[in-house]
């Protein structure tokens, strides 16, 4: 791993003046120091360093908090080498809030200087809160999926709409097939609505062949996960805009495609309307089932930490799965970090990339022709794409989101 995983001495104490990185010292005290997510941690698992688990970076954090520890660069480096898959918090008995002491401590950081967000990570999250902007930028990437030219190991390839957006498309197929059943919301997020839209209109077909009324709120934003996961601002204007675009609507529910997206929105709106996974929610229906001809076929499903450790949902629904007419296995350590992380794959390469080579070693021999490796979060399933394009895995294999393994154009 890039960062030093093991410094030559344990941080030091240094000057009593409180730095008070945030004010949630509660929180950081629910510690019970048991160690019991030591081994479920992937930055503990490379490095086998203390200070690199969920534990010692919370005792980092109190340290800091309560004084008796200065202000340290290795806090600052631990705290960059962190995930965010949450993993910690399924295996904490004492029910430590994680997740939200990362948020707070990394805006923290950022706000005092501790930690220099790269350029082009600034500008990446200031495109996302214009959505108009976002999609002309990410214009030639749409048009070099659809070629087939993928100049990045993160790029596959896909065909997404250039020009009509999946609000559009969804009013279009709605009036085309006037669906009577449950009527839900659908978040296009950012990134998937900019550059992966073809994943937005499978939804939109599954939910509406399974008779899913859809609506798409044009004034919705971001979900706000980038912005959290560099602990840049922008998050709070984000959230407000969800809650006018989704809190009034007459909806059972906001169903999302991204389980990093979903668990973000849930922070914003989960109290004006539910958000609900939408392999989740469709796993509640009687699905239309998919014959497949390729009976060679062999899908391996890998789930998210932001679904399982976030969501904490079981996993993917069986009926869903079955419903794809593919014959389908759990992959190998599937409720482990695959090394995306939000943006961390950008911020960290060298440690995503050293999570992913374990994870997908499988791969390289795994049965099947071909052989298809399904997930439910974009940003999971360009992690997952960079092992081929970088040799991690040497047998060809396809990533694909769940829900286009159910798609009637799939
Ligand atoms: S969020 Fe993941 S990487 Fe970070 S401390 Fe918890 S288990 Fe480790
Ligand atoms: S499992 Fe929970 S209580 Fe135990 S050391 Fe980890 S964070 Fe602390």
């Known amino acids: 791993m890039t960062s030093p995983m093991t410094p030559s001495t344990t941080p030091s104490a240094g000057s009593h003046a409180c730095p008070a990185p945030h004010g949630e ?23 086998g360093d203390e200070n690199n688990s969920p534990r010692g970076r919370l005792r980092l954090w109190r340290e800091e908090a309560e004084g008796r520890l200065a202000p340290d660069p290795w806090t600052a480096t631990y705290t960059q080498d962190c995930v965010g898959c949450l993993a910690c918090e399924s295996a904490c008995p004492a029910n ?18 501790r930690t220099r967000t790269p350029l082009k990570l600034r500008l990446a999250a200031a495109l996302a809160t214009r959505p108009w902007l976002f999609n002309l930028a990410m214009l030639p990437a749409r048009l070099l999926r659809r070629w087939g030219i993928l100049p990045h190991k993160f790029l596959f390839a896909g065909q997404p709409a250039l020009s009509q957006s999946t609000a559009s498309y969804a009013e279009q197929l709605m009036r085309q097939h006037r669906p009577t059943g449950p009527r839900v919301a659908l978040l296009t997020g950012c990134l998937m609505e900019s550059v992966f839209r073809e994943i937005n209109f499978a939804t939109v077909r599954v939910l509406i062949e399974n008779n899913v009324q859809v609506v ?30 989704f809190g ?123 052989v298809i490796l399904a997930t439910s979060n974009h940003v999971c399933m360009m992690q997952w794409n960079s092992a081929g394009a970088t040799g991690q895995v040497k047998r060809p294999f396809l990533v694909r989101h769940v829900v286009q393994l159910l798609d009637p154009l799939g």
Request: glycine share 10%; with cysteine; charged share 20%.
């Open 216 to 245: 798409v709120p044009r004034t919705q934003g971001c979900c706000g996960a980038m912005q959290e996961h560099l602990g840049v601002d922008g998050v709070d204007v984000l959230r407000n805009q969800n809650r006018s675009a």
């Open 248 to 370: 009034a609507l007459d909806v059972e529910a906001v169903v999302c495609n991204s389980s990093g997206c979903g668990l973000a929105l849930g922070k914003a709106i989960r109290d004006e309307v539910p958000v609900r996974d939408v392999l989740d929610f469709l796993g509640g229906l009687k699905l239309v089932q998919r014959k497949r001809a390729d009976a060679g076929a062999r899908v391996y499903v890998d789930l998210p930490c932001h679904l399982v450790h976030g969501q904490k949902l079981a996993g993917i629904p069986k009926s869903v799965l079955d419903a794809t007419g593919y014959s389908w296995e759990l992959a190998p350590q599937a409720r482990d970090c695959c090394g995306s992380g939000g943006v961390y794959n950008l911020q960290q390469p060298e440690n995503a990339r050293e999570i992913l080579s374990r994870k997908s070693a499988f791969l390289n021999e795994a049965a099947g022709t071909p």
């Open 25 to 47: 010292r509660d929180l950081l005290t629910s510690c019970v120091h048991c160690g019991l997510c030591l081994e479920v941690c992937p930055t503990y698992q490379l490095s």
């Open 96 to 113: 430590v809030p994680y997740g939200e002491i990362l948020e707070q401590t990394r805006h923290a950081h950022v706000a005092s200087g």
